[in-house]
Nanobody, 118 residues
């Protein structure tokens, strides 16, 4: 089945930047919607950003103007560029893949920790 492996998480000060990567296995990447979700302690998992097979992107209101999601079909990889990071961005970030456009797909990565703190 599809495997998703995230990387790029770490510790950064407020105002800093990180770029998360999600490498996907399988032959359906080019026709799949790819997304990033995040979950902070004690909070519901929430959608951060999503990109369709046609490269149409959507973002949570809380990250619009700061985060950029892109995909490289040749490398089966999606990237989440995170700029102007805030302490409230601290969470475990999960890559997600599926065929739908209105809910999470069935495939999840293991998660990567992003900590924003001064």
């Amino acid at each position: 089945q599809v495997q998703l492996v995230e990387s790029g998480g770490g510790f950064v000060q407020p105002g800093g930047s990180l770029r998360l990567s999600c490498a996907a296995s399988g032959s359906i990447f080019r026709i799949s919607t790819m997304a990033w979700y995040r979950q902070a302690p004690g909070k519901q998992r929430e959608l951060v950003a999503a990109i369709t097979s046609g490269a149409t992107t959507t973002y949570a209101d809380s990250v619009k103007g700061r985060f950029t999601l892109s995909r490289d079909n040749a490398k089966n990889t999606v990237y989440l560029q995170m700029n102007s990071l805030k302490t409230e961005d601290t969470a475990v970030y999960y890559c997600n893949s599926g065929r739908g456009t209105t809910s999470a797909g069935p495939y999840w990565g293991q998660g990567t920790q992003v900590t924003v703190s001064s």
